[in-house]
């Protein structure tokens, strides 16, 4: 039976990150957002906290904790800046990929590369791409045997973190005939032929990094991923960080609201706070719902995956759409709240509204999980199609 209560490490960790936030990241928001990137100080802190590992295993270099304390300390980042986290050094989507979707060995191989400095290695995943092929399904970029490797050729867009990753993960197509059956994923350095596009300028989450990649490199086949090519690892592999992201979508909710709330309560009119005003009450009613609904649904998918529950996928495909439909319900709101003060840079809701969009369109995207959602209540196949994110979605991978 699942259980909202937290465990005394639970509270101390998600007590930990909120308390980094409050201290390091809310005081130099807007610093961060002008200069592009997290400071110095910040990085260092995010790397000593470990923050960028916690639910790796301690085999590959992580913290070996579960989803459930992961999502807790993502929420306590989104509330403050749901960007940080894709800014912050470390393995991030890149170390999942390789838990999920490599051999342990292959795992420890990248992931225990370094010494107390390996959490501030950066590495990215490069799935997306800018066009849908339409001769076939899968993708443009392709990987074809040249003597007893790999040639991977092709360009990938929307890579979170590529301009300062060491090392990709990059999806291509191995098999064209089989279309999204046919992928192989492969781990490749920078320098072996990795070459970032310049940096995109973006609606919001302006502190992270994302850019277009062209590839070209030569890889021995032990750089082919044992399970990149396995629907059902894929899935759990997208699930998995789509929770990361829902949990920057939860705090993000819970960080428009109370700024609301606050503000509806100190703005009078007609001899009273505007926020006694039925239109207004009731805005900001069903904006607590959206945060708390949204978060315990976040909940209970993190913790059937720490059970492995066989229903982690569907809580997952249910809980990550109602977190980033609610973001952008609470950033919508928080703007108009504010009426005419909602656009201006002085209050932190204009923020607000433009990263909850951009969150909602983070791979795979609100549609995508709705459309696998279904999927698994009809009891239909994992069809590749259904379960992973096309380049007709043109999500952005964080």
Do not use: N
């Amino acid at each position: 039976m699942f259980d909202f209560t937290l465990t005394e490490e639970q509270a101390l960790l998600q007590s930990t990150a909120r308390d980094f936030a409050t201290r390091k990241l809310a005081p130099a928001m807007r610093a961060h957002e002008e200069a592009r990137g997290l400071s110095e100080d910040a990085r260092r802190a995010f790397a000593e906290l470990g923050l960028a590992t916690l639910s790796l295993p301690e085999a590959v270099g992580g913290q070996g904790l579960g989803m459930r304390e992961a999502v807790l300390c993502e929420e306590e980042l989104g509330a403050v800046d749901p960007g940080a986290a894709l800014a912050a050094p470390g393995p991030g989507a890149f170390g999942r990929a390789l838990v999920e979707l490599g051999s342990e060995e292959q795992a420890r191989r990248w992931l225990t590369r370094a010494d107390d400095a390996a959490s501030r290695t950066w590495g990215a995943v490069a799935w997306s791409e800018a066009r849908a092929l339409d001769a076939r399904a899968g993708f443009a970029t392709t990987a074809t045997r040249e003597g007893d490797g790999y040639r991977v050729r092709g360009h990938k867009a929307f890579v979170s973190g590529a301009g300062e990753a060491e090392v990709f993960v990059v999806f291509a197509q191995l098999d064209e005939a089989a279309g999204w059956g046919g992928l192989g994923a492969f781990v490749v350095q920078r320098a072996e032929g990795v070459t970032p596009g310049p940096r995109h300028r973006t609606l919001g989450l302006d502190v992270a990094d994302f850019s277009d990649v062209a590839v070209d490199a030569w890889l021995p086949a032990d750089r082919l991923l044992t399970r990149g090519g396995d629907t059902g690892a894929l899935a759990r592999f997208f699930a998995k960080q789509g929770l990361l992201t829902a949990a920057r979508a939860v705090g993000l909710c819970r960080a428009a609201f109370e700024v609301s709330r606050d503000y509806c309560e100190g703005r009078r009119a007609f001899g009273k706070p505007i926020g006694h005003f039925q239109a207004v009450a009731f805005k900001l009613a069903d904006r607590l719902m959206d945060a708390d609904s949204a978060r315990w649904l976040l909940w209970r998918a993190a913790w059937a995956w720490d059970c492995d529950e066989p229903t982690a996928l569907r809580h997952s495909a249910q809980a990550i759409p109602a977190a980033l439909e609610a973001a952008m319900r609470c950033g919508d709101d928080a703007v108009q709240l504010h009426g005419g003060a909602g656009f201006m840079r002085d209050y932190p809701v204009e923020k607000m509204m433009r990263d909850a969009k951009q969150l909602s369109l983070c791979a795979p995207t609100s549609t995508t999980w709705d459309q696998l959602a279904t999927a698994l209540d009809l009891d239909l196949p994992l069809d590749p199609a259904l379960a992973l994110p096309t380049p007709e979605t043109q999500p952005i991978f964080t």
